[in-house]
């Protein structure tokens, strides 16, 4: 399996910074295949960006995506009040299809 | 619009059946999963069932303990799920399998429902 590694595990930040996020993958992934997803507290996850760096629609133009190879990154630009939540990589290059350990994103 | 149900507490080795209501889209133009949440932890995909029902896929996890299947007509997807153990514990969700041009993704998500394995 492609094991996905995020980092930090969790940051503390405040609105209007910018932060970034990490996942990492044990082998290659092809860009088409890597996503993110927020989670706010107690809902399910939703999709943010897919294939790397396409953002899904209604998502705010403050979130992108990056990345190649086993390296890729979720920055949001000015962070606001809505984005403290724990955003997840997930792969689905290799069978099956796996998630990174999350990042939860805090009020510093 | 997804809507899972038939979580609860049941004891170690029993069985549950979760459903997955589906509508405000053509339910079996797509490819369904599920997923689960531990308690604390990050997301684990368990199943996936194609279109039509003919092609599933488990994680090594649930293999020969659970079961996906679905029912275009009703627009609903179903997990049973046998001999169930304490680390089954976990938030299930249903999710929609967006088969891009390249890739898939996860668009649409249910609520969830909680299952507790425990005596």
């Known amino acids: 399996d492609i094991q996905m590694t995020q980092s930090p595990s969790s940051l503390s930040a405040s609105v209007g910074d910018s932060v970034t996020i990490t996942c990492r993958a044990t082998?290659?992934?092809?860009?088409?295949?890597l996503n993110w997803y927020q989670q706010r507290p107690g809902k399910a996850p939703k999709l943010l960006i897919y294939?790397?760096?396409t953002l899904q629609s209604g998502v705010p133009s403050r979130f992108s995506g990056s990345g190649s190879g086993t390296d890729f990154t979720l920055t949001i630009s000015s962070l606001q009040p809505d984005d403290f939540a724990t955003y997840h990589c997930?792969?689905?290059?290799?069978?099956?299809?796996?998630f990174g350990g999350g990042t939860k994103v805090e009020v510093k | 619009h997804l809507v899972e149900s038939g979580g609860g507490l049941v004891k170690p080795g029993g069985s549950l059946r979760l459903s997955c209501a589906a509508s405000?889209?053509?339910?079996?133009?797509?490819?369904m999963t599920w997923i689960r949440q531990a308690p604390g932890k990050g997301l684990q995909w368990l199943s996936y069932?194609?279109?039509?029902?003919?092609?599933?896929y488990y994680a090594d996890s649930v293999r020969g303990r659970f079961t996906v299947s679905r029912d275009n007509a009703r627009k609903s997807m179903y997990l049973q799920m046998n001999s169930l153990r304490a680390d089954d514990t976990a938030i299930y969700y249903c999710?929609?399998?967006?088969?891009?041009?390249?890739?898939?993704?996860?668009?649409?998500w249910g609520q969830g429902t909680v299952v507790t394995v425990s005596s």
């Open positions: 082998q290659t992934i092809n860009t088409q295949y």
């Open positions: 405000g889209f053509n339910f079996g133009d797509y490819y």
């Open positions: 294939a790397t760096d």
């Open positions: 997930q792969q689905s290059y290799g069978n099956p299809p796996t």
């Open positions: 999710a929609r399998d967006q088969v891009l041009p390249a890739g898939d993704a996860f668009d649409l």
């Open positions: 069932i194609s279109r039509n029902g003919d092609t599933i």
